[in-house]
């Protein structure tokens, strides 16, 4: 498994990235954040800074909170009641913690991915249709605009364009996957999450996805779960290994995979566990 | 591991098999015992539609069955001149659905909707019960309540209104089956995957948004088959109406006029006067047959629902 | 090319909130209902017969005088409708829904049953009163006994368990099941040992709620015959009986205004009754609701 | 209804026979019929179980026609009843060989009242009573019935129509012709009672027993008899057949075979015919002459 | 992602194993395999040998056929009706799609343990006890026997002997999964058949899990479906590996490791799909 490899050949990108990444602004800055369900702490002391348009991964074994993590970015966690959280998070410049913080304001501006696709059980338009709808915008011409717009921004347009009104569930995982990214794309997010949007896909349709992340931080920042440590390697700038709900090292994506800093990253890089 | 031992065991299960041969004769009883349990349920439907047809025969040769469709008058007791007008009946009946329908169909969606999407897990939990006890408050108490609480009360608004109406029975069997609509809806919306709602919310919606764009349409089916399941409960209802609906046939849709249900006409002359043999005795299995029909007629129909419109997520 | 406006969305989503708020009221409002509902009526009749619940209610059989008149022989009546009731309705019921999704394979036949299943849980109640006099009290003369009246009761409570225990059988995990097929049991142990007692939790809850309809039920008992007016006993499954709702009905249609309120007296019997079923279902569901 | 007769009837049971007399007898009476003699039979019942533990007496309410219709598939010994039994019925049981004896054991005066706040009507003839509640294609209003009467709609309230009550009444008033489609009708007469309490323009008929339970809140229609005279129902009135013609009789029908086979059916109809006057009137019945009792007592004698 | 290293370190064990292979017997035959759920195709023309005594993982992307052909072994594969089969397995010389040929009979010489833990909502004891109770084995003194020897066995006697008479759903993962593996043991399997036995579990958990499989193939055959790599290279004495329902490539673990003879086979190893 030639992870060096995989590294290497995504150096000529890296190099032009790795110049302007000094002048990048930070989008999520994490600042002690610890999380518990009920008594069980899923997140310890965790620092972590994302960046504007550059794809940030998240890996490490089973359990280790990675979900959770990019859950508290959304706040989408907090629809589990028993969840308590300390520390902030800092997104553009406020804590989205805060009393009066709208968690609907924050979730409208940052899209989310989820591991399994999620569809709705409507039409392939009435999918991607859904968020603007809902931001009151009614008009039939703009909304028809949005969805091209988005369908394209995900790469699945060709496939669907003749059969909008079929519903969503007639599509491959694949494909489902690729509408639930438009429909994210719909509302014109700043941040884009994703937790494991690959691993239920088949390997062309993985490919294509991970296309379409490289094409999508031109305009977003996204942050990226995988189980795949491949995959991390070959799309993300930036990568961050939890281990029990703690930050082991957070680097470069190259720096990380090619020359780790902590023995346990590196044990678990190198297969030893997980 | 010792060796040894591991090979009693092994010998053991072998061992014990062959003695164990009525094992495989159990395994053929069994089945067999099962299904006799299952045929009594069709059985009971067979039971049923005989024990109606074959009375309901002879009142067709009494009366006949171009007049129970026809006529507009039920007045089976007027042994000079008798009417048998089903329709008067289906219309009372009838009447009586659409106000509980009225009632029930808002209000128990709106607490489905309250309890699957807003509520707390605690307040699931302490709400459920009690709606449970208000399901299963005999029909009876109900009646006393629409008569001695609801109807004054609703006379003491509408003056006009008659001392038996539609009304009142219909505002209470609309609550008597509120909890069943609630929980059935319920139901139908919790099973609606968590990835959908989290879809949703994580496009910024509302919660507002969540249950009536997403949650609702996608448990549709589930939540129509409630209301009709519902339908049907209170078309059957019997001791409510019969106890404050009064007992007068009439073709109307007013519903403050008094009328006379299905189910209440069976209970007037089941626990009335009317003799062994003659046609007001056979036309309870006539009514009864037409109740069986129409609420057969609205299962069939539930369930068409279901199918039919069954989301596939 | 952007087409959303970041202002108007923010705009828009203060009137989003507000219509989620008032909804959330309304919602609540509408549950509320059913539940203010519950207390007028239990208050109602709280009040009206409260006074007639004294220790000699439950000891005395009826009476011509209000005073003297007690629940006791409907009380026992009901308890032995239900002896007859739960254990036939289990056996069917349960038997119906293991054999419907246990061993049944996917034909026309399974799926009629399941149409049948679903349209007795619709027949109205009097008309099993009519099956019952007739089937049980005639053909099999049975007389107007506990047996015929809790045959009556169980078939008319059957379609509910049927449904209850398929869920709940349904609801096993597959993963149990493959447990036990993997060890080399046959369907019977995988059945008796795994699935059943994994699954009784649910087909108890969903039973007792039925039965629970069922001590309420007036009308298939006053068809089958069960008498109004009862002052023993009964012996056994043969006897002749009354039950609480038609000792109730016929206290309530009597002239004298006392035993309107010895009425209430015995309705709130049955609520202690229904509320104690209850319970019971609650906490069996509550205490196995997380097992997996 | 008053109770005061309660520890004389207690006194009667027991005077006439020996309690080991009593304690042999063991076994069931089957009782079914109306529900308008029920309470009769239940009180009946009860005393009867006080000497007789071992006896079982339960009481249905099928009704009268549904009692006549187990009475002649022979499962039921007797049948309580609140009108003779008809012809059909009479025949039927001729034809599964029943035979049986009718006792009368009470009076029911079927009362006519209106609203209390009904201050013009003083009494009513059984012809006016027919105008008021027969069918005619028109609507009821008071001044119909007598000019000076206000002009406005009459309220009826009935007993429902296949109802013993009803059928007497349809009988001896309006010769058989139907009530009016207006008449509002409830199987429970307790329901009618506050159908005439709520309305100042109600009018309806029902047992004697419900009037007297709610004499204060209810106006009773004095009712002309056969012999010119308005009449009220009370104990004495109807007791004297004064009340006519709306005191009817309620019966029992006993089954011959079960009198002479079953010691215990014997023994509580004896029971039942000794006691029936006082208990009838404490639960809201008038008692026959005592005379009737007698007689029928002799009756049953020979039936044994 | 040295994975030639991982191979080479158990280099030793395996030159010992490698020896051995000649003489070993074949358990399980598989001949000219295919296998259809309604009209889909899952398997397609597999041959593949089983080897007494070994470790046999099987990997391949999701959705690849691995639990199918796993399961086709123990033949609980037909608890889904639509299943429809061709070919043979010939299992200890007798082909187990033969007419009369006991399906309870082989679940009892071929144990299974699931991805997901699956104890039964029963005691400790009692999940042990369930496979002897049900063949008839009565007498309490044997049933202690052999829970303790089986919970030995399963490595997880120390953690569990003070606590048989609780509930197993008190144990945590890596526990129900070894207690699982102890259930499976106590009716003395031939063969155990493990579809993905540790995907659910820890770091720590997995480790013991695999050196317990390691240890029980003295005794046992192994069949093991795992989606991890590392895993398979770690303790396998031969791997398959599968893709869209065929096997591409089966060979000793070193060998497909090291020097793949299929281009997918390579591709996959390296992670460049899946
Ligand atoms: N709803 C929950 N309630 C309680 N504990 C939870 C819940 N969800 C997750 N956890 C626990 O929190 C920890 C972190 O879980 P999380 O889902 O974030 O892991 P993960 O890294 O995403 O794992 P995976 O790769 O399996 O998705 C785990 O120990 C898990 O058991
Ligand atoms: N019950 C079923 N009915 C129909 N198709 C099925 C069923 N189970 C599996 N399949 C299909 O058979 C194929 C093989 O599935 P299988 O579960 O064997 O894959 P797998 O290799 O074990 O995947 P994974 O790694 O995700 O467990 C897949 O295409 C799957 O969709
Ligand atoms: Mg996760
Ligand atoms: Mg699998
Ligand atoms: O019950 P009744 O026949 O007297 O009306």
Same mark, same amino acid.
């Not at chain 4, 309580?80 to 001729?94: L, Y």
């Given at each position: 498994m030639e992870m060096t490899k995989v590294v290497k050949e995504r150096k000529e990108n890296e190099d032009m990235a790795a110049n302007a990444q000094k002048e990048k602004s930070i989008v999520y800055k994490t600042d002690n954040l610890n999380l518990w369900y009920g008594n069980d702490q899923a997140l310890k002391n965790i620092d972590l800074d994302i960046y504007e348009n550059e794809v940030t991964a998240i890996i490490g074994p089973s359990g280790c909170g990675k979900s959770t993590y990019i859950k508290t970015l959304n706040r989408m966690v907090e629809l589990i009641p028993t969840v308590r959280t300390s520390g902030k998070i800092i997104y553009r410049g406020k804590n989205i913690f805060d009393k009066g913080y709208g968690v609907e304001d924050l979730r409208t501006r940052v899209g989310m991915v989820f591991q399994k696709p999620n569809p709705f059980p409507k039409s392939i338009y009435e999918n991607v249709a859904y968020g603007p709808r809902i931001h009151g915008i009614r008009d039939k011409k703009t909304l028809d605009a949005i969805v091209e717009k988005s369908l394209k921004g995900a790469a699945i347009w060709d496939e669907v364009k003749d059969r909008l009104k079929e519903n969503a569930y007639g599509l491959s995982g694949g494909q489902q996957q690729r509408l639930c990214i438009a429909r994210c794309l719909a509302i014109e997010p700043d941040v884009i999450l994703m937790d494991e949007p690959t691993s239920a896909l088949d390997p062309i349709s993985t490919l294509k996805v991970e296309e379409l992340v490289q094409e999508l931080k031109k305009q977003y920042s996204i942050v990226i779960v995988t189980h795949n440590m491949q995959q991390a390697a070959r799309i993300s700038d930036r990568t961050a290994f939890f281990l029990n709900g703690e930050v082991v090292e957070y680097a470069h994506t190259d720096k990380l995979f090619s020359n780790p800093s902590d023995k346990r990253t590196e044990d678990y890089i190198t297969g030893r566990f997980g | 591991m010792a060796t040894e031992s591991s090979r009693s065991v092994s010998e053991l299960i072998r061992e014990k098999k062959e003695k164990r041969s009525w094992m495989r004769s159990t395994e053929k009883l069994v089945p067999a015992f099962l299904l006799l349990t299952a045929v009594i349920s069709v059985l009971t439907t067979v039971g049923i539609v005989l024990t109606l047809i074959v009375e309901t025969v002879t009142f067709f040769s009494k009366v006949p069955l171009l007049d129970f469709i026809t006529q507009r008058e039920w007045y089976p007791f007027f042994e000079s001149d008798p009417a048998y007008g089903i329709i008067t009946l289906i219309s009372g009946t009838l009447l009586v659905a659409v106000i509980a329908m009225v009632v029930a169909l808002p209000i128990g969606l709106a607490s489905a909707i309250y309890l699957s999407e807003y509520a707390s897990d605690r307040v699931r939990r302490i709400i459920k019960?009690?709606?449970?006890? +208000?399901?299963? @408050?005999?029909?009876?108490?109900?009646? *006393?309540? #629409? =008569?001695?609480?609801?109807?004054?009360? +609703?006379?003491? @608004?509408?003056?006009?209104?008659?001392? *038996?109406? #539609? =009304?009142?029975?219909?505002?209470?069997?609309?609550?008597? @089956?509120?909890?069943?609509?609630?929980?059935?809806?319920?139901?139908?919306?919790?099973s609606v995957p968590r990835a959908m709602r989290e879809g949703a919310l994580a496009l910024g919606s509302t919660k507002f948004e969540v249950a009536i764009k997403v949650v609702l349409p996608a448990a549709i089916s589930g939540v129509i088959a409630s209301f009709v399941l519902a339908i049907s409960r209170a078309i059957g209802e019997t001791m409510i109406v019969t106890l404050a609906g009064g007992a007068t046939p009439k073709l109307t849709f007013d519903p403050t006029e008094s009328i006379q249900t299905m189910t209440a006409y069976i209970v007037q002359v089941s626990s009335g006067d009317a003799g062994y043999g003659t046609t007001i005795y056979y036309s309870i299995y006539a009514v009864g047959m037409t109740l069986f029909l129409f609420t057969l007629l609205m299962n069939l129909l539930a369930q068409f629902i279901s199918r039919r419109f069954r989301e596939e997520y | 090319m952007n087409y959303i406006n970041k202002d108007k969305v923010a705009k828009k989503m203060g009137s989003r909130l507000a219509v989620n708020g008032i909804y959330k009221g309304i919602f609540m409002i509408a549950t509320s209902f059913a539940l203010v509902v519950l207390g007028i009526l239990l208050y109602r009749i709280f009040t009206q017969g409260f006074s007639f619940l004294t220790p000699e209610f439950f000891q005395n059989f009826a009476s011509r005088r209000p005073s003297a008149s007690g629940i006791k022989a409907a009380l026992v009546g009901s308890l032995w409708v239900m002896a007859v009731v739960i254990p036939t309705g289990l056996i069917l019921g349960v038997g119906t829904a293991l054999y419907m999704e246990e061993y049944a394979k996917k034909n026309k036949f399974t799926n009629f049953l399941q149409v049948n299943i679903a349209n007795l849980a619709g027949v109205p109640s009097i008309v099993f009163g009519l099956l019952g006099l007739t089937v049980f009290v005639r053909y099999f003369d049975l007389g107007r006994s506990i047996l015929a009246g809790g045959f009556t009761m169980a078939l008319l409570v059957l379609p509910v368990i049927v449904v209850a225990s398929q869920e709940a059988i349904r609801a096993v995990p597959k993963e149990l099941r493959e447990a036990s097929f993997g060890m080399g049991a046959t369907k019977w142990q995988t059945i008796r040992r795994v699935v059943l007692p994994a699954a009784i939790p649910g087909i108890l809850t969903g039973s007792i709620l039925a039965f629970s309809r069922a001590i309420g039920e007036t009308a298939p008992l006053l068809v089958v015959g069960a008498f109004a007016f009862v002052n023993y006993l009964p012996e056994n499954v043969m006897s002749t009986f009354t039950v609480m709702p038609i000792q109730i009905f016929n206290w309530a249609s009597r002239p004298q205004a006392d035993f309107q309120d010895v009425a209430a007296a015995g309705i709130i019997v049955l609520f202690i009754f229904l509320i104690v079923m209850n319970s019971v279902a609650v906490l069996i569901r509550n205490k196995f609701q997380k097992n997996y | 209804?008053?109770?005061?007769?309660?520890?004389?009837?207690?006194?009667?049971?027991?005077?006439?026979?020996?309690?080991?007399?009593?304690?042999?007898?063991?076994?069931?009476?089957?009782?079914?019929?109306?529900?308008?003699?029920?309470?009769?039979?239940?009180?009946?019942?009860?005393?009867?179980?006080?000497?007789?533990?071992?006896?079982?007496?339960?009481?249905?309410?099928?009704?009268?026609?549904?009692?006549?219709?187990?009475?002649?598939?022979?499962?039921?010994?007797?049948?309580?009843?609140?009108?003779?039994?008809?012809?059909?019925?009479?025949?039927?049981?001729?034809?599964?060989?029943?035979?049986?004896?009718?006792?009368?054991?009470?009076?029911?005066?079927?009362?006519?009242?209106?609203?209390?706040?009904?201050?013009?009507?003083?009494?009513?003839?059984?012809?006016?009573?027919?105008?008021?509640?027969?069918?005619?294609?028109?609507?009821?209003?008071?001044?119909?019935?007598?000019?000076?009467?206000?002009?406005?709609?009459?309220?009826?309230?009935?007993?429902?129509?296949?109802?013993?009550?009803?059928?007497?009444?349809?009988?001896?008033?309006?010769?058989?012709?139907?009530?009016?489609?207006?008449?509002?009708?409830?199987?429970?007469?307790?329901?009618?009672?506050?159908?005439?309490?709520?309305?100042?323009?109600?009018?309806a008929f029902f047992g004697y027993a419900y009037y007297l339970e709610n004499k204060d809140t209810l106006k009773v229609v004095p009712i002309v008899n056969e012999e010119g005279k308005a009449v009220e129902p009370t104990n004495e009135s109807v007791e004297s057949g004064e009340y006519n013609p709306l005191s009817r009789p309620l019966y029992i029908y006993v089954n011959n075979a079960s009198m002479k086979e079953k010691p215990q059916v014997a023994e509580y109809v004896k029971f039942y015919m000794e006691n029936a006057g006082a208990l009838a009137e404490e639960v809201g019945y008038v008692s026959l002459p005592e005379e009737k009792y007698k007689e029928q007592l002799e009756t049953i004698e020979g039936l044994k």
């Open positions: - | 019960p009690i709606l449970e006890v +208000l399901a299963g @408050i005999p029909t009876i108490v109900y009646g *006393f309540f #629409a =008569l001695t609480f609801v109807t004054p009360l +609703l006379r003491s @608004i509408m003056p006009d209104l008659g001392f *038996f109406n #539609a =009304l009142s029975p219909g505002i209470v069997v609309g609550i008597m @089956i509120i909890p069943m609509i609630a929980s059935l809806s319920e139901d139908a919306m919790t | - | 209804a008053a109770c005061g007769n309660g520890e004389s009837t207690e006194g009667n049971g027991s005077e006439d026979k020996t309690s080991e007399e009593a304690a042999q007898l063991e076994g069931e009476v089957g009782i079914d019929g109306s529900s308008t003699v029920a309470p009769i039979g239940e009180a009946v019942s009860e005393e009867f179980a006080m000497e007789n533990q071992d006896v079982k007496a339960p009481i249905g309410v099928s009704g009268t026609g549904g009692g006549f219709e187990k009475f002649v598939a022979g499962e039921t010994d007797i049948s309580q009843a609140s009108r003779p039994i008809k012809d059909e019925e009479a025949q039927a049981a001729k034809d599964a060989g029943i035979e049986y004896t009718e006792l009368q054991v009470a009076f029911d005066g079927l009362s006519v009242v209106v609203n209390k706040e009904n201050d013009f009507i003083k009494e009513l003839t059984v012809e006016d009573l027919k105008k008021i509640w027969v069918e005619d294609g028109k609507e009821k209003k008071w001044s119909d019935i007598n000019p000076d009467w206000p002009n406005e709609p009459i309220k009826l309230f009935s007993p429902g129509t296949d109802s013993g009550t009803y059928d007497y009444f349809d009988e001896v008033i309006l010769d058989e012709e139907p009530v009016a489609k207006a008449a509002t009708l409830s199987e429970d007469d307790n329901v009618l009672v506050k159908g005439v309490q709520g309305d100042k323009n109600a009018m």
